[in-house]
């Protein structure tokens, strides 16, 4: 996981689906202000709460840290 952000953000992904969130998705591209991106998790979560639905949106990027970082 210190070489690279992409394994966290697999290892991000993998807990947000095993945690319950509705939906997971990887490398989202989206365009803003004529600049082209990608983010690494969309997780959603959707509940109903009392008198309402709860609907919640994490949006994850994930980067390379120090390589002493161990956990």
């Known amino acids: 996981m210190n070489e690279t952000g992409f394994f966290l953000?697999?290892?991000?992904?993998k807990e947000?689906?095993?945690a319950g969130f509705d939906l997971?998705?990887?490398?989202?591209?989206?365009e803003h202000g004529g600049q082209t991106?990608?983010?690494?998790?969309?997780?959603?979560?959707s509940y109903f709460?009392?008198?309402?639905?709860?609907?919640?949106?994490?949006?994850?990027e994930s980067k390379r840290?120090?390589?002493d970082y161990n956990s």
Do not use: C, P, T, W
Not at 49 to 60: E, N, P, Q
């Open 49 to 60: 709460m009392g008198k309402g639905y709860f609907r919640a949106f994490i949006f994850i």
């Open 9 to 13: 953000q697999m290892r991000v992904a």
């Open 24 to 30: 997971v998705k990887e490398e989202i591209a989206f």
């Open 65 to 67: 840290h120090s390589h």
């Open 16 to 18: 947000a689906h095993e």
């Open 37 to 45: 991106a990608k983010l690494d998790v969309l997780a959603e979560i």
